[in-house]
């Protein structure tokens, strides 16, 4: 049996939804760059954030990713490695499970 009650979860759930607001990518290691935010909603019981990496006009490597609040917080990171062509962009979906274990 679960201890929170669903319409809690699911007001953290439009908590962190309205809270994430920036979503940041590194190339080759260097600087980072801030990404765009093609959407953001909750599907189920995570809330999901659709967002455009545009090419760089060579070949690279993003590196890394990261997300900030709305206070400009940086709320998560996490190093990746998603080489592309000189002509790829890139949509990174990031879900954010907000469940109670059983």
Same mark, same amino acid.
């Given at each position: 049996?679960?201890?929170?009650?669903?319409?809690?979860?699911?007001?953290?759930?439009?908590? *962190?939804?309205?809270?994430?607001?920036?979503?940041?990518?590194?190339?080759?290691?260097?600087?980072?760059? +801030?990404?765009?935010? +093609?959407?953001?909603?909750?599907?189920?019981?995570?809330?999901?954030?659709?967002? +455009?990496?545009?090419?760089?006009?060579?070949? #690279?490597?993003?590196?890394?990713?990261?997300?900030?609040?709305? +206070? #400009?917080?940086?709320?998560?990171?996490?190093?990746?490695? *998603?080489?592309?062509?000189?002509?790829?962009?890139?949509?990174?979906?990031?879900?954010?499970?907000?469940?109670?274990?059983?």
């Amino acid at each position: 049996m679960a201890f929170f009650k669903e319409s809690f979860l699911n007001a953290r759930r439009a908590e *962190l939804l309205r809270s994430v607001c920036r979503f940041q990518y590194q190339l080759n290691g260097g600087t980072w760059k +801030n990404g765009e935010i +093609n959407s953001k909603q909750i599907l189920g019981t995570s809330v999901v954030v659709f967002v +455009n990496v545009p090419g760089s006009g060579g070949a #690279d490597t993003i590196t890394g990713v990261r997300v900030y609040d709305n +206070n #400009d917080n940086l709320a998560g990171e996490q190093a990746i490695s *998603l080489q592309r062509s000189s002509v790829n962009t890139a949509l990174l979906r990031f879900a954010f499970p907000l469940i109670e274990a059983e």
